[in-house]
Structure formats: structure tokens, C-alpha cells
């Protein structure tokens, strides 16, 4: 029997209970380190195709399934070093999700396609890419709307800067972006804490709830510090929260379960029959 935080150990849960299955991860584009040294010896895999991370990327799509909406970091969207293929479609397809999106953030043309991926078993009404402002270009916002235009959910995919300047305009653009969405989930690598994210003024500002429970993900061979997570808005009901304990990253992902009032709950099924 698995144990209860191995990959494939949440299969389909949406069939089962009600509400929506997230999930958050910084998939360090498969590379897979699991000690520090291995940020040396295993650097190369940044910009060299192998098959190590080939066989660490079907790991991971046996992790997503059961999941309904995945916001993955740090992936690939057809360079060398990923042998041209588009990780999110691969993922989507081994994992048997209907939807994909990705958005490029950092275009190296053959080396690299660095940048954020969506996998949902929903199909969004509308979908918009966004760069963020900072001291180094390079980071955005990939925003999906779920439902229909007048009762949706916003889900938000977002790598925010390690500088806690750059952060903080970032998180003031994301939450403008939001400000007219009653239903709101953000989800991604923030590079800071909970309680940073709780002091932040724009957070504190749009009601924006910071799941303050310690989540720690990174390093996740030793994780100490919760720098990955998942904020909702008070429309939403968390009924559960945790980290998945699966070192397929420098990062550990984050699991969270939401339950949805029934009108958002009706508009986005509705939505998906017609899919």
C-alpha cells in the first residue's frame, strides 16, 4: 500500500468528494535535485538533454493525476535541453487532462523556454498572460478564468522575484489584475514566507486569505522553509492543506482542497458538460 503522500496516492479524488483538487509545484523543470551538492553536479541538466529527467518527468504526471487544476513552475516549453518537447502537453496527456496551457517567460530560444504551466480538467472560458514588473524581466502571471463570465473562478499562476522589492510590486500587479474576481485562487513559487506574505500591504489590501499553517517546501530534501503556496479568497473553503512528500524537485508541491459555493460549483460544471 502507498503511503499516504506518495505520488498517485490522491487518484481522482474529485470523483469521490466535492469541491476542487489543487496543485502547486515548482517542478524545477525535471532536473530533480536532491542535495545541494547536486546544484554542481547536476547542473548541466539545465541546458543538456537526459534521460534521467525523461524518467523524473513520468514521475511527475503520475503525481498530478487526481488532481483538478495544476499550476506548475519552472517548465519547459521546447528547447534542447527538453528535447523540444512541451512538458506541460506531455504531462497533460500521460496524466489525462483535457486542458494545457503555458506561458513563456524567459525565451532562450534553443537552450531554454522557461516559464509557467496550467493543467486542468477543465477547459477556462478565457486565459491571459501577463508580465510582472521588477528589477530583472522574466517573471509573470498566467491568469484562467473557470465558469462563465458572470460566476468564475480566477485561478492565478505566478513565480515571484527572490528580492523583496520586486516581490512586493508583483503582488500589487497580481491583485490589481483580480480585483473585480469575487473567486480567486493564486497559486505558485512566492520565494517568501507565509508571514511575509501576510504583512504584504496589497495582500492585506484585496482579502486575499494566506493559508498560515507551516507548509514547508524547500529544500525538499530537508524542507525548512514554506515558500511554495496556495491563497484563496474567503468565497473559498479549505478543507484541506498539505505538503506532498515526493522529492521529484528542489521543491516539495503543495496540495490544497477547496469547496466552492453552489452557484460557482453549478456555472463550472455547467461549463465543462459543454467541453
Known amino acids: 500500500m502507498n503511503s499516504p503522500t506518495a505520488p498517485g496516492t490522491l487518484t481522482r479524488p474529485s470523483q469521490n468528494r466535492p469541491g476542487l483538487s489543487l496543485l502547486s ?57 527538453s528535447q523540444y518537447r512541451n512538458q506541460i502537453e506531455h504531462l497533460a496527456e500521460a496524466a489525462g487532462f ?3 496551457r503555458v506561458q513563456v517567460n524567459r525565451d532562450l530560444g534553443r537552450v531554454a523556454q522557461h516559464g509557467l504551466g496550467l493543467i486542468s480538467r477543465y477547459t477556462p472560458f478565457a486565459v491571459s498572460e501577463h508580465k510582472l514588473p521588477g ?14 463570465p458572470d460566476n468564475n473562478l480566477a485561478v492565478v499562476i505566478t ?5 523583496a522589492g520586486s516581490r512586493a510590486r508583483q503582488l500589487a500587479a ?22 511575509a506574505l501576510i504583512a504584504d500591504p496589497a495582500l492585506a489590501a484585496s482579502g486575499l486569505r494566506v493559508y498560515d499553517r507551516p507548509l514547508p ?7 525548512r522553509r514554506g515558500i511554495d503556496h496556495i491563497l484563496t479568497s474567503p468565497s473559498l473553503e ?38
Open 25 to 81: 509545484f515548482n517542478m524545477q523543470v525535471g532536473v530533480g535535485t536532491k542535495r545541494y551538492r547536486e546544484y554542481v553536479t547536476r547542473g548541466w541538466r539545465h541546458v543538456l538533454p537526459s534521460q534521467q529527467v525523461r524518467d523524473n518527468l513520468d514521475r511527475i504526471g503520475e503525481l498530478l493525476v487526481g488532481h483538478d487544476i495544476i499550476g506548475l513552475q519552472e517548465i519547459d516549453a521546447g528547447s534542447r535541453r
Open 98 to 100: 483535457e486542458y494545457w
Open 135 to 148: 528589477r530583472l524581466p522574466g517573471r509573470g502571471a498566467l491568469i484562467a478564468r473557470f465558469g462563465t
Open 159 to 163: 513565480h515571484l522575484a527572490l528580492g
Open 174 to 195: 497580481i491583485c490589481d489584475l483580480v480585483a473585480k474576481d469575487r473567486h480567486v485562487v493564486i497559486m505558485g513559487d512566492t520565494n517568501c514566507t507565509a508571514s
Open 217 to 223: 517546501t524547500f529544500p525538499s530534501w530537508r524542507p
Open 238 to 275: 479549505i478543507s484541506e492543506a498539505r505538503v506532498v512528500d515526493s522529492v521529484l524537485s528542489d521543491h516539495l508541491p503543495v496540495h490544497m482542497r477547496i469547496g466552492l459555493p453552489n452557484t460557482l460549483a453549478t456555472a463550472l460544471n455547467a461549463s465543462h458538460a459543454k467541453t
